[in-house]
């Protein structure tokens, strides 16, 4: 077995690998490379593992550096899923190993590794996140009737007051959701450019829906990636009064509905902080939490990174950014997005 550095010719190669691998995930893909280089000018450490001229494994990794927090190289940033893929036992370990000595090569302050399970007993670990995912039933109905009653009302209250959900072969509308959302959330935005970066290199497998009110207007909208027998919604937003409409409710049932017609099986709620009004929105869902094992390699620092707006020093930052114009949010925010990973 060998272990060496993605080339351009690789690139058929590892994507064909990714969709045969079932510890693959849609952040394995190889369009996120492009991504990760042309949007955020990050530097990208993609390593393949062959055994004769198969891929065996891969490991995407990106390496942060930021005046605020600090050098490192991540599996990967703004995914809720990365560390190796593997279809060899032995891949793993020699994954491993090439990354802890491309992190000691470059300087880093350590290596972190976004693992579904637990890969490495000696690392420190993080059990800040967790997943939901849950199977979609083959039938529009059973699925409506295996949401928990309160959600299911919810639900029906907004079918009742007239909302309606269409896919936006754009991003504009959604994006203004999202920017919206996020600034009462005193958290920065990602540039617009990366959200048509991800429809452009994702093609059909990035899609947008919009929930729209009986009066035409867009309250809510989300961002959803498709691979294999999945729907992952992966970024959403909405306008203040889309709560009162129950929009966000229908927003991920409509999602749903379209999934059980195009016959996918799974529906990824995606990652949640614990004790979040997140974590319990889809446990209201009736979607229960998976831990997600976040492993980390340090070299240079002595504990785990806490780069989360759950971190009590953030708390004034945010209370700040909440206030800030909306204008100066937009402008500035993708600066700092772009490094916290």
């Avoid at 600090?70 to 090439?98: K, T």
Wanted: aromatic fraction near 12%; hydrophobic fraction near 40%; charge should be positive.
């Amino acid at each position: 077995m060998t272990v060496r550095t993605f080339a351009e010719g690789d690139a058929e190669r590892w994507e064909c690998f990714v969709f045969a691998c079932p510890e693959a995930t849609f952040f394995h893909r190889i369009g996120w490379r492009e991504i990760f280089q042309s949007v955020f000018r990050h530097r990208t450490h993609y390593l393949l593992a062959e055994r004769g001229d198969q891929i065996v494994g891969v490991l995407p990794l990106v390496e942060l550096r930021s005046r605020l927090f600090g050098h490192s190289l991540q599996s990967l940033p703004f995914a809720v899923y990365g560390g190796v893929a593997a279809s060899d036992p032995e891949a793993l370990p020699a994954l491993h190993r090439a990354a802890t000595e491309l992190g000691m090569r470059l300087g880093v302050s350590h290596l972190e590794l976004r693992n579904r399970v637990a890969t490495e007993p000696d690392w420190p670990r993080s059990d800040l996140h967790v997943t939901f995912r849950k199977a979609i039933l083959p039938e529009v109905e059973a699925n409506m009737l295996a949401i928990p009653r309160k959600q299911r009302a919810v639900v029906r209250k907004g079918i009742q007051r007239g909302l309606v959900s269409e896919i936006d072969s754009g991003t504009a509308v959604f994006f203004d959701l999202y920017a919206d959302n996020l600034h009462r959330h005193g958290t920065p935005p990602q540039p617009r450019r990366y959200f048509e970066a991800l429809r452009r290199v994702f093609g059909d497998d990035c899609e947008v829906l919009l929930v729209r009110s009986a009066q035409g207007v867009a309250v809510a909208g989300v961002m959803s990636f498709y691979f294999r027998d999945e729907v992952l919604p992966y970024y959403a937003g909405d306008l203040s009064e889309a709560r009162d409409l129950g929009a966000n409710d229908f927003k991920y049932w409509e999602l749903m509905r379209r999934a059980c017609e195009r016959g996918l099986k799974v529906f990824d709620y995606g990652r949640s902080k614990r004790d979040t009004g997140s974590f319990d929105f889809k446990k209201n869902w009736g979607f229960e939490p998976t831990p997600l094992h976040y492993e980390y390699k340090l070299f240079t620092r002595d504990s785990v990174p806490q780069n989360n707006p759950a971190n009590p020093k953030y708390q004034k930052a945010i209370e700040i950014w909440r206030r800030l114009p909306r204008g100066v949010v937009n402008a500035i925010g993708p600066a700092l997005a772009r490094h916290l990973g």
